[in-house]
């Protein structure tokens, strides 16, 4: 594959779909074909499954787990591996790291059936980097809260699915992203989440700017 992957991953309100998009849009604006996915969706079965699980419909965590994973296999097959194979750069709003921050260590569900399930999933194919914005779970919370305020959102007030959790389970999901990334820091950078946008952006790019000149040295656009 001669593309570059690059997922964003964090807790609520760690600023993850901001900082894909603005990683979106400065690569395009350089020249990249860059592409910007979300977990789960971006495919219709995707989106499908992302409209039930965000919800407070009643699923207990194994059936949520293979839901993610049925979501993520279809957006491998269906646009992350021809995207990779077209040159382009892939970004992802969240990936697997998710799925073993929030269903391993936030539900519970035993780490090497959720090892098994990914790769399953994924045929093996992973990120190249994954960018994870650490933040106080509560601090993250009170930017999701603030919002849905702002934006008058017929919603707000109601929480989706996991921004409901008390805050023991978003500690915990906060511990096994932090344990990933330390775990593996070749493959993962750590950015503090807890500054302004453009100072996320700028870390950001730091951190990527290696990256995609080595694997994609020519620019082009799609």
Known sequence: MSGVFIAFEGGEG????????????????????????????STQLGDYLRAYL???????????LLLF????????????????????VVIADRFAGSTVAYQGHGRGIKLDRIHWLNDFATGRLYPDLTI????????????VNSRQLQLALPMAGAPDRFEEEIMAFHDKVRRGFLEQAESDPDRWCIVDGHR???????????????LITAKTPAKHLS
């Open 14 to 41: 760690a600023g993850k779909s901001t900082q894909a998009s603005c990683l979106e849009s400065y690569l395009r604006a350089q020249g990249y074909n860059a592409v910007l996915l979300r977990e789960p969706g």
């Open 69 to 88: 994973e049925a979501s993520r296999a279809q957006l491998v097959e269906e646009r992350v591996r021809p995207l990779l194979d077209d040159g382009a």
């Open 196 to 210: 302004s946008i453009v100072q996320v952006s700028t870390a950001v790019r730091a951190a990527i700017e290696g």
């Open 54 to 64: 965000v919800n407070n419909e009643p699923i207990v965590p194994s059936a949520e």
């Open 132 to 143: 994870l914005l650490n933040i106080d779970p509560l601090i993250g919370l009170e930017r």
